[in-house]
């Protein structure tokens, strides 16, 4: 099994439901192949570099996942007859890459529970001081 990522922009005109079972879609697909899902990142509503089927925005989404090569040509063959799509692209990682898609989680993760903390040591200052 190899490790891949692959992004992926939506249409605009999507409602947020939409767009969580089109991305909803796509991993089930990519499960029912026999991947891991590693990784997803959505990275929301994003201006586009130039303007795809005459739409500047768009919404992005990142999957990581290990799968067979095999998975990867039924997963971009979807995507081609998927409407909503407008753009995709699938990477494999090579050692080094996924060496840094994995710090990268680590410290996401962490920036996060550190923010985390932060916001309950504020409520817990605010509380005291009442």
């Known amino acids: 099994m190899n490790n891949y ?17 089109a991305v909803e879609k796509f991993k089930t697909l990519l499960t029912d192949q026999g991947a891991e ?7 929301g509503l994003r201006r586009l570099a130039y303007p795809i089927d005459k739409k500047s925005t768009g919404f992005y989404c990142m999957l990581e996942f ?3 090569p095999s998975a990867i040509a039924g997963l971009e063959v979807n995507f081609r007859r998927d409407e909503r799509v407008l753009r995709f692209l699938t990477t494999k990682h090579d050692k ?10 680590r410290n996401r993760s962490t ?5 985390a903390k ?12 009442k």
Do not use: C, G, H
């Open 5 to 21: 990522e692959t992004v992926f922009i939506l249409t605009p005109v999507l409602s947020d439901a939409q767009m969580k079972e």
């Open 66 to 68: 290990s799968a067979d």
């Open 111 to 115: 920036k996060q529970d550190a923010s």
């Open 118 to 129: 932060a916001e309950e040591f504020a409520e817990t200052t605010k509380s005291k001081s």
């Open 96 to 105: 080094f890459s996924f060496e840094y898609s994995e710090k990268r989680r």
């Open 37 to 43: 899902i590693i990784n997803e990142e959505s990275w």
